[in-house]
């Protein structure tokens, strides 16, 4: 193949494709450029003035290199491998660096490989991070367990490009025994380490680079910012459903730019569908201000070398023709997306069919439970202060409130004020584990509302007004094998979403899972959850003990500052 390369690069022989007249991003000089792109093969070939056996003009058009995503959990789109391609693929992403530790949470090892077979057939390059907090604490109950030597273990696997976000910064920074086999193994195998580490910083920040680890995406003011890429760190702007920080752009600036990256972290479906990917991450950071040309850089050269993607991430020859040719660079619309020089989407929509989506019995059926009543949702606190959890918008850090209480018969009186009552229910091993707290602000009234994805373990989590409704919230979600749950109390209404894959995500198309998907979010909107919040995911992250301040597990009220279990009496 090289001979042909290099004499389609010389002229003397055609191209296969060539996009003629383009306006083309140089991301190495940081400039446009005006002429043909070739390509051969999976390689482009040159720039310049080129003839093709097929050509495109793109005299009104501007070419980009395609788009890499530098961390994602495909698992919070709810849907399948197959199924999320088909919806970013046609917004100009054909890389991403995912991290598939929900599943293998809740399915352990077989997850993982689920991601990575169903990965197979599909235009898009899936770079499976092996996750290295299964469970992410030893404070809650999760459906696996992956210690130092199933680290050492899997790590090998071709399939395995690196080690998942290490958001056990204390074990690292405390040389946890178990933490420390698990960095040495990806470093035997000269593999890339991503980082969750919050407000660390000074000799706690030092220390944890000292675990060899490479990236944040949780950085929240520019003094973090800073000493994280002093330190040589590269720093992701995220831009998920219910975790943004793109306002760190401001941040960016000529001496600093290389260090950062774009990722969406999580991002659900109708979010995909009605607002896009990275695309919609671009359109924002330029109609923000920041230079379209540092944007896109970003998005591709930037994440590309972070993550040692060789040939990728920038329009040059012999680099890997992976392209999306665009309206403008505000509006970022794809109007072509080339994937190893294959012509895979166009004008939105993919050229690739996912209708044979891979779903082996591994990840089936994972909702296991006993029968829930009324009574295991009342709530006996012995104090008439309590500590209520808040959450602040736009992001997954909670708040601790003390609140008056009122009690009636020997349970916390909620209806009527702005309080709700939290639960996480243990559903790996039917402990009967039920974790009880209060929540403050959320808006929902009239009823529970429920899930399976409960970040990181993914046990169910409820919220409601109405003992007997969060029962039959739970019930529900047991019975439809996982998913998404709203009780309405007046009516007795059950609205549901299935999530028949792990209870984390569904095995039918994109388009049919989106519309039901937005219905039920518009139902929790409806009942009062306020639009600040993004109802679902939102409430997904309420047990997430390593992100402050005060989060639920399965086995309690836990403070994530003191990391330790409170008392939920104040």
Same mark, same amino acid.
């Given at each position: @193949?090289?001979e042909k390369y290099i004499k389609a690069a010389r002229r003397e022989v055609k191209a296969d494709i060539v996009l003629k007249n383009a306006s083309w991003l140089n991301v190495f000089q940081g400039r446009m450029e005006k002429g043909d792109i070739a390509i051969v093969g999976d390689r482009?070939?040159?720039?310049?003035?080129?003839?093709?056996?097929?050509?495109?003009?793109?005299?009104?058009? !501007?070419?980009?290199?395609?788009?890499?995503?530098?961390?994602?959990?495909?698992?919070?789109?709810?849907?399948?491998?197959?199924?999320?391609?088909?919806?970013?693929?046609?917004?100009?992403? !054909?890389?991403?660096?995912?991290?598939?530790?929900?599943?293998?949470?809740?399915?352990?090892?077989?997850?993982?490989?689920?991601?990575?077979?169903?990965?197979?057939?599909?235009?898009?390059?899936?770079?499976?991070?092996?996750?290295?907090?299964?469970?992410?604490?030893?404070?809650?109950?999760?459906?696996?367990?992956?210690?130092?030597?199933?680290?050492?273990?899997?790590?090998?696997?071709?399939? %395995?490009?690196?080690?998942?976000?290490? @958001?056990?910064?204390?074990?690292?920074?405390?040389?946890?025994?178990?933490?420390?086999?698990?960095?040495?193994?990806?470093?035997?195998?000269?593999?890339? %380490?991503?980082?969750?580490?919050?407000?660390?910083?000074?000799?706690?920040?030092?220390?944890?680079?000292?675990?060899?680890?490479?990236?944040?995406?949780?950085?929240?003011?520019?003094?973090?910012?800073?000493?994280?890429?002093?330190?040589?760190?590269?720093?992701?702007?995220?831009?998920?459903?219910?975790?943004?920080?793109?306002?760190?752009?401001?941040?960016?600036?000529?001496?600093? @730019?290389?260090?950062?990256?774009?990722?969406?972290?999580?991002?659900?479906?109708?979010?995909?569908?009605?607002?896009?990917?990275?695309?919609?991450?671009?359109?924002?950071?330029?109609?923000?201000?920041?230079?379209?040309?540092?944007?896109?850089?970003?998005?591709?050269?930037?994440?590309?070398?972070?993550?040692?993607?060789?040939?990728?991430?920038?329009?040059?020859?012999?680099?890997?023709?992976?392209?999306?040719?665009?309206?403008?660079?505000?509006?970022?619309?794809?109007?072509?997306?080339?994937?190893?020089?294959?012509?895979?989407?166009?004008?939105?929509?993919?050229?690739?069919?996912?209708?044979?989506?891979?779903?082996?019995?591994?990840?089936?059926?994972?909702?296991?439970?006993?029968?829930?009543?009324?009574?295991?949702?009342?709530?006996?606190?012995?104090?008439?202060?309590?500590?209520?959890?808040?959450?602040?918008?736009?992001?997954?850090?909670?708040?601790?409130?003390?609140?008056?209480?009122?009690?009636?018969?020997?349970?916390?009186?909620?209806?009527?004020?702005?309080?709700?009552?939290?639960?996480?229910?243990?559903?790996?091993?039917?402990?009967?584990?039920?974790?009880?707290?209060?929540?403050?602000?959320?808006?929902?009234?009239?009823?529970?509302?429920?899930?399976?994805?409960?970040?990181?373990?993914?046990? %169910?989590?409820?919220?409601?007004?109405?003992?007997?409704?969060?029962?039959?919230?739970?019930?529900?979600?047991?019975?439809?094998? #996982?998913?998404?749950?709203?009780?309405?109390?007046?009516? #007795?209404?059950?609205?549901?979403?299935?999530?028949?894959?792990?209870?984390?995500?569904?095995?039918?198309?994109?388009?049919?899972?989106?519309?039901?998907?937005?219905?039920?979010?518009?139902?929790?909107?409806? @009942?009062?959850?306020?639009?600040?919040?993004?109802?679902?995911?939102?409430?997904?992250?309420?047990?997430?003990?390593?992100?402050?301040?005060?989060?639920?597990?399965?086995?309690?009220?836990?403070?994530?500052?003191?990391?330790?279990?409170?008392?939920?009496?104040?």
């Amino acid at each position: @193949m090289l001979e042909k390369y290099i004499k389609a690069a010389r002229r003397e022989v055609k191209a296969d494709i060539v996009l003629k007249n383009a306006s083309w991003l140089n991301v190495f000089q940081g400039r446009m450029e005006k002429g043909d792109i070739a390509i051969v093969g999976d390689r482009i070939v040159g720039t310049g003035e080129y003839d093709g056996v097929k050509e495109i003009d793109c005299s009104k058009l !501007t070419v980009l290199p395609s788009y890499i995503d530098g961390h994602v959990h495909i698992e919070s789109s709810q849907l399948s491998p197959e199924e999320f391609a088909s919806l970013i693929v046609p917004r100009g992403t !054909t890389t991403i660096i995912a991290d598939p530790h929900e599943i293998t949470n809740v399915c352990g090892m077989a997850g993982c490989e689920y991601i990575a077979k169903a990965s197979q057939n599909i235009p898009l390059d899936v770079k499976l991070q092996l996750p290295s907090c299964v469970p992410a604490t030893p404070f809650e109950t999760s459906g696996a367990v992956l210690n130092g030597k199933d680290t050492q273990k899997n790590i090998k696997k071709d399939y %395995i490009f690196g080690l998942g976000e290490f @958001m056990n910064y204390p074990g690292v920074v405390n040389c946890d025994a178990d933490v420390l086999k698990k960095l040495e193994a990806a470093h035997a195998m000269n593999k890339i %380490i991503d980082g969750h580490a919050p407000a660390t910083s000074g000799s706690e920040l030092n220390a944890y680079l000292c675990g060899g680890i490479s990236t944040d995406h949780e950085c929240v003011n520019k003094e973090e910012i800073d000493e994280k890429i002093s330190k040589g760190m590269y720093v992701h702007i995220r831009h998920g459903s219910s975790t943004q920080n793109l306002g760190n752009a401001k941040y960016i600036n000529a001496k600093n @730019m290389r260090r950062f990256i774009l990722c969406t972290d999580d991002r659900h479906a109708a979010d995909l569908k009605e607002n896009g990917h990275l695309d919609d991450a671009l359109r924002r950071l330029v109609a923000n201000g920041l230079d379209p040309v540092w944007a896109v850089t970003l998005a591709t050269l930037n994440c590309a070398e972070c993550y040692g993607l060789k040939w990728r991430g920038a329009i040059a020859p012999f680099w890997f023709a992976d392209l999306v040719v665009v309206d403008n660079m505000k509006k970022f619309n794809a109007q072509y997306v080339f994937k190893d020089g294959k012509l895979v989407a166009r004008e939105g929509k993919p050229l690739f069919d996912t209708s044979e989506r891979y779903l082996p019995k591994s990840v089936l059926n994972t909702v296991r439970l006993k029968p829930l009543t009324a009574a295991d949702f009342v709530l006996d606190i012995k104090s008439d202060k309590a500590k209520a959890m808040t959450i602040e918008k736009g992001g997954v850090v909670t708040g601790c409130e003390i609140v008056n209480v009122v009690k009636e018969g020997g349970d916390v009186k909620v209806k009527g004020t702005d309080l709700l009552k939290l639960a996480v229910v243990e559903r790996h091993k039917m402990t009967g584990n039920i974790g009880r707290a209060l929540f403050k602000g959320y808006g929902f009234t009239g009823g529970a509302m429920g899930i399976t994805i409960a970040h990181d373990s993914h046990n %169910i989590i409820l919220l409601g007004d109405d003992n007997a409704a969060m029962a039959k919230a739970a019930n529900t979600l047991k019975e439809i094998g #996982g998913g998404m749950v709203i009780v309405n109390s007046a009516t #007795g209404e059950v609205s549901s979403v299935t999530l028949d894959i792990a209870g984390l995500m569904s095995s039918r198309a994109a388009e049919s899972l989106q519309q039901d998907s937005r219905a039920l979010i518009e139902k929790a909107h409806a @009942m009062g959850v306020k639009r600040d919040y993004e109802a679902f995911m939102s409430l997904a992250f309420l047990s997430l003990a390593v992100i402050p301040k005060l989060k639920i597990t399965d086995k309690g009220l836990f403070d994530v500052e003191k990391f330790a279990f409170t008392p939920i009496e104040a």
